[in-house]
């Protein structure tokens, strides 16, 4: 029997390193492809989630609204007491007595957008905010952080109950300002009351 020839051997040895790095490399973007599945799921995630919460937030006032519905319905003097409330803190669980149902929109309107209370737009949303009016077109308006521009129109008996909160993360777009309105998302509720 003859000896395996010294190119028989070389032949045999396995991969070479050109092999080894190609396969390397075939594999770091197989990896690249699953993080940035990874990355994409988290941020849909995230966007389903403050969604969710936004939803939330607009039946919490719906529910207030019912709760109280000579404000949905009395003219004070033209105008529903939860077109466009003024916020007015005032407990109302602790000054029963006088609280009426203006005082009681006022409040409710408060602490929906009071970014003390754990339960408000701006403490579950990052940048939230609501606006609660009597609108026949409701899914216009825009929030920039600071400053809003409601677009309620005052027509009609239904009320829009409108959730922004900032999300800048668009997925195929560039990071936005948060002082720019086309950073946040709107969440829209209609409340028709029922006489």
């Not at 029963?96 to 149902?101: E, F, H, K």
């Not at 929906?112 to 009016?133: H, K, M």
């Not at 809003?148 to 129109?153: K, S």
Request: with cysteine; glycine share 8%.
């Amino acid at each position: 029997m003859h000896a395996p020839t010294l190119q028989a051997r070389r032949r045999a040895s396995g991969f070479t390193m050109l092999e080894a790095l190609v396969s390397i490399l075939i594999l770091s973007f197989g990896l690249l492809g699953l993080a940035g599945l990874f990355v994409s799921g988290a941020q849909n995630n995230r966007n389903a989630y403050l969604r969710t919460v936004a939803t939330q937030q607009a039946y919490n006032m719906a529910d207030r609204m019912r709760t109280n519905l000579s404000g949905l319905t009395v003219l004070s003097p033209t105008v529903p007491y939860y077109h466009l409330p003024t916020a007015v803190q005032w407990n109302c669980y602790t000054n029963a007595a006088i609280c009426d149902s203006p005082t009681m929109a006022k409040n409710d309107y408060y602490e929906w957008n009071d970014p003390a209370s754990p339960i408000s737009n701006p403490s579950l949303l990052p940048g939230g905010y609501g606006v609660v009016c009597i609108d026949s077109t409701p899914n216009d308006g825009a929030w920039n952080g600071t400053a809003v521009t409601h677009a309620c129109d005052g027509v009609g008996t239904s009320y829009a109950i409108k959730v922004w909160w900032l999300d800048d993360r668009r997925s195929g777009g560039a990071t936005l300002a948060t002082n720019d309105p086309l950073a946040y998302r709107l969440f829209v509720a209609t409340l028709q009351p029922q006489p």
